[in-house]
């Protein structure tokens, strides 16, 4: 009964920037923590960026300093602003939410459907 919806994906040049969304809907309570992750074809899902309910951030130290997570409560949206994008940084990116909702009354882990980041050298 929960969504998480991203977007703000595409192709882009090495050096450039992106703005990714992430919205929550549905019979949302509160918002723990969000983050977003990223999977490159043959690897593994990795985490990028984390944000905490407080507001607190933790980074993937090969995006430290290029990316910064943000979250906007009212909105129920969470915001990955990309620059200085590198090639190894092309992957689906995906959003991640810890929500409660109404109807289950406690916290449940929700995943976006995934926006594909790719960026040319």
């Known amino acids: 009964q929960v969504q998480l919806v991203e977007s703000g994906g595409g192709l882009v040049q090495a050096g450039g920037s992106l703005r990714l969304s992430c919205a929550a809907s549905?019979?949302?309570?509160?918002?723990?923590?969000m983050g977003w992750y990223r999977q490159a074809p043959g690897k593994q899902r990795e985490l990028v960026a984390t944000?905490?309910?407080?507001?607190?951030?933790d980074y993937a130290d090969s995006v430290k300093g290029r990316f910064t997570i943000s979250r906007d409560n009212a909105k129920n949206t969470v915001y990955l602003q990309m620059n200085s994008l590198k090639p190894e940084d092309t992957a689906v990116y995906y959003c991640?939410?810890?929500?409660?909702?109404?109807?289950?009354?406690?916290?449940?882990?929700?995943w976006g459907q995934g926006t594909q980041v790719t960026v040319s050298s």
């Open positions: 991640n939410a810890g929500i409660i909702s109404r109807y289950l009354g406690y916290e449940s882990n929700y």
């Open positions: 944000i905490t309910s407080g507001r607190r951030t």
């Open positions: 549905g019979r949302i309570f509160s918002i723990n923590a």
